[in-house]
C-alpha cells in the first residue's frame, strides 16, 4: 500500500525558511495537499494540489512536488506558524485518503 | 459563514454503536463529497471514509471497513457515520470535513467531536 513518509520534527529560528518534506512513491504525479494543525485546533489547508494556496493563507506558505518528494516551504518564519503539518493525498490504486504523519514544526 | 458542526460524540462501550452527525452551512452541500476524519489522542490524522457529493459512492479505509457507514441526506445538509461494533482504539476526535475539488483537499473542517470507547 501507498505510504507517506514526513520528518517527525523540524526546527527552524524566526525569521529563517522551513521545509518539510513528504515522500512517497512517485508522489509528483499525485496531488498534494498540506494542512497545517494548531495545538487544540481542527486542521487548516494551507497548500493544495502541490501550490495552490487558499484564500486567507500567507503568501509565506507555498508548496512544490516532483518526483518521490514533495515540500512544504515556509518563509520568514513566525511564532505563529508552531504547529503540526500534514501531507496528504488521494490513493487511486485504493481509493483511499491517505495523510503522513505529521511533522512538528518548533519555531527556536 | 461556511461551517461544518460535529455532533454525536461520548462515552461508549466497546462492541457499542453510535452515530455521528456533521451539519453543513454557508455553501452548496450537494456539490461537494464529504469525508470523516479521525484523530487518536496525541496521534497523527486518520481517513475514516469518504462519501460522493450525491451519496452514490462510498470509500472507507481498511480499519472500518463493514463496522462503519457513511451517509448524508442533502436535503438536511447533513452527514453522517454510524457506527457499529466499536473497539478501543476507535478513541479518537472525529472530525467532518469538506473537499474542495474530486474527492479530498479538505478545505473546511468542524471543530470535531470526541469519541471515547471504555468499559
Known amino acids: 500500500s501507498y505510504v507517506l513518509t514526513q520528518p517527525p520534527s523540524v526546527s527552524v529560528a524566526p525569521g529563517k525558511t522551513a521545509r518539510i518534506t513528504c515522500g512517497g512513491d512517485n508522489i509528483g504525479i499525485k496531488s498534494v495537499h498540506w494542512y497545517q494543525q494548531k495545538a487544540g485546533q481542527a486542521p487548516v489547508v494551507v497548500i493544495y494540489?502541490?501550490?495552490d494556496r487558499p484564500s486567507g493563507i500567507p503568501e509565506r506558505f507555498s508548496g512544490s512536488n516532483s518526483g518521490n518528494t514533495a515540500t512544504l516551504t515556509i518563509t520568514r518564519v513566525e511564532a505563529g506558524d508552531e504547529a503540526d503539518y500534514y501531507c496528504?493525498?488521494?490513493?487511486?490504486?485504493?481509493?483511499?485518503?491517505?495523510f503522513g504523519g505529521g511533522t512538528k514544526l518548533t519555531v527556536l | 459563514e461556511v461551517q461544518l458542526l460535529e455532533s454525536g460524540g461520548g462515552l461508549v462501550q466497546p462492541g457499542g454503536s453510535l452515530r455521528l452527525s456533521c451539519a453543513a452551512s454557508g455553501f452548496t452541500f450537494s456539490s461537494y463529497a464529504m469525508s470523516w476524519v479521525r484523530q487518536a489522542p496525541g496521534k497523527g490524522l486518520q481517513w475514516v471514509s469518504t462519501i460522493s457529493n450525491n451519496g452514490e459512492n462510498t470509500y472507507y479505509a481498511d480499519s472500518v471497513k463493514g463496522r462503519f457507514t457513511i451517509s448524508r441526506d442533502n436535503s438536511k445538509n447533513s452527514l453522517y457515520l454510524q457506527v457499529r461494533f466499536f473497539k478501543v482504539e476507535d478513541t479518537a476526535v472525529y472530525y467532518c470535513a469538506k473537499a474542495a475539488r474530486g474527492h479530498d483537499a479538505f478545505d473546511i473542517w468542524g471543530q470535531g467531536t470526541m469519541v471515547t470507547v471504555s468499559s
Open positions: 494540489y502541490d501550490n
Open positions: 496528504q493525498v488521494w490513493d487511486d490504486g485504493g481509493d483511499h485518503v491517505l
